[in-house]
């Protein structure tokens, strides 16, 4: 599965942001869909994932009620809506995909979060 993320940039405290992931390839190997980010000088974090299929959603506590994720099937597209972004949450953002009981194997390129207070 290639992933291609976008929809980063630079926003104030308190906007909003929407990032996507277009995902191409085996995309019917794909049981679950991610979003994980990357401050500077810390390791990569879960933020949220959600399964292709159901639609079942999993957030980390830090974006729980500001962050949501959703997928459109046909466009084979995942979206990470960021509102009430906080300085905390300047990251690069990765999307990533895996197939069923298998770990987070395929990754894209990242999209830059800035959020300035």
């Known amino acids: 599965v290639q992933l291609v993320e976008s929809g980063g940039g630079s926003v104030q405290a308190g906007r909003s942001l929407r990032l996507s992931c277009a995902a191409s390839?085996?995309?019917?190997?794909?049981?679950?869909m991610g979003w994980f980010r990357q401050a500077p000088g810390k390791e990569r974090e879960f933020v949220a994932s959600?399964?292709?299929?159901?639609?079942?959603?999993y957030y980390a506590d830090s974006v729980k009620g500001r962050f949501t994720i959703s997928r459109d099937n046909v466009k084979n597209t995942v979206y990470l809506q960021m509102n009430s972004l906080k300085p905390e949450d300047t990251a690069v953002y990765y999307c990533?995909?895996?197939?069923?009981?298998?770990?987070?194997?395929?990754w894209g390129q990242g999209t830059q979060v800035t959020v300035s207070s």
């Open positions: 990533a995909s895996r197939e069923i009981s298998q770990p987070f194997g395929s």
């Open positions: 390839g085996r995309t019917f190997s794909a049981y679950a």
């Open positions: 959600i399964l292709w299929s159901k639609g079942n959603t």
